[in-house]
């Protein structure tokens, strides 16, 4: 596990934006965050078909951009 995580108050600038995230864990995906929390984001993740609801501890992300 990393000792980084994504500091919530920058991950926040994408709050309801197309955003891409890539997770320590090798996975990458679209993602539309609607809730920013102290260590989590919660919001909708594109599986490639359709949107889901999707939780992430910020501890997970290495690195995003939104649009």
Known sequence: A???AVDPGAISLC???NTYIWLSNGEQFWYF???VGPRSVAGFRWNGR???IFGID???I???TCF
């Open 15 to 17: 709050l309801f934006r």
């Open 33 to 35: 965050p609607i809730f």
């Open 2 to 4: 990393s000792p980084f």
């Open 50 to 52: 359709f949107w889901v």
């Open 62 to 64: 290495i690195s995003f």
């Open 58 to 60: 910020t501890r997970r």
